[in-house]
């Protein structure tokens, strides 16, 4: 915390008339009254260690440790809260901080260029290891998302904070939101986003600042914080010699500890995100932090998200918040906005269907990302696949609540949409189609047909392939803008553990929030066209929601979304060139 100054009335050395000390206090008075009013004031911002030492496992067969230093970046006096945005893809990323004048909060608009996108403040914190003899070792620099696990420093802070659990990373968010609460800290480690570090076994000292820049735009002292690291190694060989569970599966395992067996693989939020990658059946999981709440930027996919890291020293705090909010009732879900509760209703609803005049979603697509050349989901001899991931989101201002009610022995749902009013209250449905089980690898849960389809469209717009997928599970996977008005920065239905149901269900219901959009990877089942006889040359993919207009939006005119892209080489060994959206240099 920033110290403040104390004014203290001095004395003159030499003599003099009152006269002339009544001129000077004169003077100070006027001039005081001439000065400008004060700066609107920002969090009082400082960094702190939680522990003075840390140990890390680095393993033989496979070396390199996770910095996990346990630093925290601590928001006093008022939240750290920014505003993440961009006007079209054509428009750079923008930040906005909210600052307070005399108790008012104000909007300060933040340098251009400060970030790039949407994943957090890029190069905050710096780091630098010497080793036993004060040689340095290493000296790096870290990307810090605001809303990396957090937990409260005082027993009067606010019980739960209001901002989100992490920062987006799909390539065409729209909006975020980033905070940290006041009487908060925020861990500055970046968690399986972190690149591996190879040190050798051995003791370090470790220094972690904040960037100049941050310093100067957030106010925040010059006062690095020093953590003594030890790393030790260890074999497999070791931990079947001790009958110890395989690395893998320690799921409460800090991340430097998480080993080959899942802590080396790709972070799994970001499937589907990378050039050119597919995930394989061996990336497993992403590296398991102490952490305990949600990841999201996840996708529908065959990788399991993992955790923000949470050193052990705010695990406790973040825990007890945890449990004030399990304690939310009537489908709260952040401590302070209402929101219809998950649980399917009993039984299929009863008398006359009505689309009643109340606010309802707004149903939106993303341009495809993360295009490969696949050979299709069985390696089929002769065939070439055009794979993609795709995302539809929901604008607002009202949630999309569909529920599924099965008739004993079918293999079918009818689904029906709900609406509700201000207060929350069921007050219509319609019927919106059916839901059906889908048993392939990488689903295995009820979909909900005709939410979107996937189109492959020739230069002049004609459609060329029309992909066979038309049935998703519902789920809350990205944050694409919450920023606009009711999105709920706290959903509960974040993957397929809380979505979608069994096979013996005999309801289901699917909800899309305000503010989230619905990721398939493009690594899943029925996510690719067959362009085995497709000729090459310029072609664009179509993500429509809604196709059949069967679900009630407020708007049905922008449904559609399109991303350019040059099909080339030859049967076998075709290619794909994806060139920019607009300034979204991304696939």
Not at 394 to 419: C, E, H, I, T, W
Request: hydrophobic share 35%; charged share 20%.
């Amino acid at each position: 915390m920033t110290r403040r100054r104390t004014a203290r009335l001095r004395r003159t050395l030499l003599a003099g008339t009152t006269a002339v000390a009544v001129t000077a206090v004169t003077a100070g008075i006027v001039a005081a009254a001439q000065e400008p009013a004060k700066a609107a004031r920002g969090p009082e911002l400082s960094l702190v260690a939680a522990t003075t030492s840390v140990t890390l496992t680095t393993w033989k067969e496979d070396p390199g440790v996770y910095l996990d230093l346990g630093t925290y970046l601590i928001a006093e006096g008022a939240p750290l809260d920014l505003k993440v945005t961009r006007k079209s893809y054509k428009d750079p990323v923008t930040v906005t901080q909210t600052v307070y004048e005399g108790g008012k909060a104000e909007a300060k608009k933040l340098p251009t260029g400060t970030v790039k996108d949407f994943s957090g403040l890029p190069g905050f914190s710096e780091i630098t290891l010497t080793d036993k003899a004060g040689k340095k070792v290493l000296t790096r620099s870290e990307d810090f998302c605001p809303n990396n696990a957090s937990g409260r420093v005082r027993p009067d802070a606010p019980s739960t904070s209001k901002y989100p659990e992490s920062c987006p990373t799909n390539p065409f968010t729209l909006g975020s939101v980033w905070g940290v609460e006041k009487g908060w800290a925020a861990n500055t480690y970046g968690g399986s986003y972190s690149e591996l570090v190879q040190l050798p076994a051995g003791t370090y000292t470790a220094k972690v600042g904040v960037a100049k820049k941050y310093r100067d735009l957030f106010g925040i002292a010059d006062k690095p914080a020093t953590v003594k690291v030890t790393v030790v190694e260890r074999s497999d060989e070791d931990e079947g010699s001790t009958g110890a569970a395989p690395r893998s599966a320690k799921a409460g395992e800090h991340a430097g500890h998480a080993g080959h067996g899942a802590g080396h693989q790709a972070p799994a939020a970001h499937a589907g995100h990378g050039p050119g990658h597919a995930p394989t059946p061996a990336e497993a999981a992403a590296p398991v932090t102490s952490g305990a709440g949600p990841s999201y930027n996840v996708g529908h996919g065959p990788l399991k998200a993992a955790p923000p890291a949470l050193p052990w020293a705010l695990k406790k705090k973040q825990q007890s918040a945890l449990s004030q909010q399990a304690r939310d009732t009537g489908g709260q879900t952040d401590g302070s906005r209402q929101a219809p509760a998950l649980e399917p209703l009993s039984k299929r609803p009863t008398g006359k269907a009505s689309v009643p005049d109340v606010p309802k979603p707004d149903l939106r697509s993303l341009p495809a990302y993360g295009i490969i050349i696949s050979d299709g989901e069985k390696d089929i001899p002769g065939k070439d696949y055009l794979a993609f991931s795709a995302n539809v989101w929901n604008a607002g201002p009202a949630q999309l609540v569909v529920d599924g009610f099965r008739s004993p022995g079918k293999d079918k749902m009818d689904a029906f949409q709900y609406f509700y009013d201000a207060k929350g209250k069921q007050v219509g449905y319609t019927p919106t189609g059916t839901m059906e089980w889908d048993p392939r690898p990488g689903h295995v849960h009820w979909h909900f047909t005709d939410f979107a389809s996937y189109r492959l469209l020739k230069a002049d717009k004609k459609e060329a392939v029309r992909s066979g997928k038309e049935a998703f599970c519902l789920a809350n996977t990205d944050a694409i803008d919450y920023t606009v008005k009711n999105a709920n920065w706290h959903p509960y239905n974040t993957d397929l553990a809380t979505a979608c149901g069994e096979e013996n269900s005999i309801s289901v219901r699917e909800v899309l929030d305000v503010g989230s959009g619905d990721t398939y990877t493009q690594d899943l089942p029925g996510q690719s066209f067959d362009i085995t006889g497709v000729p090459n040359g310029t072609y664009y993919i179509q993500v429509l929601a809604n196709p059949a207009k069967r679900l009630k939006e407020t708007n049905l005119d922008n449904n559609s979304a399109l991303r350019k892209i040059v099909l080339g080489g030859e049967p076998g060994k075709r290619t794909v060139t994806v060139p920019a959206h607009d300034l979204v240099n991304a696939n």
